[in-house]
């Protein structure tokens, strides 16, 4: 009981309890500090229209075309890319697809090494 009632009140902590590159929410559960600002950024971010993953997955490869022919893919897919810089897992298809494209481009093709270290 006395937990859950240090928990509803959040001055009731001693001072250094929980560590200043720490944060809660409302249920008392440790967040790092990074991980943190990085949820703020994204609620920041948040736009009106926003595509979701499958569109994103359907148009990434396109965006990569773009910046691999030099063009401002960011600029002419802007919904797509704040979609990327929000998403771990579009983020992570795209890096792969970018990665394979600039070996493409460089007239060679990645060893088997290459392209674990790529897909992690």
């Not at 971010?45 to 979701?52: A, G, H, L, V």
């Not at 919904?79 to 070996?103: F, M």
């Amino acid at each position: 009981m006395a937990l859950r009632l240090a928990r509803l009140l959040p001055c009731s902590a001693r001072r250094g309890k929980i560590p200043a590159s720490y944060a809660t929410n409302d249920s008392g559960v440790l967040m790092e500090q990074e991980r943190f600002e990085s949820w703020l950024k994204n609620i920041y971010q948040t736009q009106d229209e926003e595509i979701s993953c499958t569109e994103c997955f359907d148009l990434v490869s396109h965006y990569v075309e773009l910046e691999v022919s030099g063009e401002n893919a960011a600029m002419k897919m802007p919904r797509l890319k704040q979609h990327l810089d929000q998403c771990r897992a579009c983020r992570d298809e795209y890096e792969i697809l970018r990665g394979l494209a600039r070996w493409e481009n460089e007239g060679g093709t990645p060893s088997l090494d290459e392209l674990k270290d790529l897909i992690g």
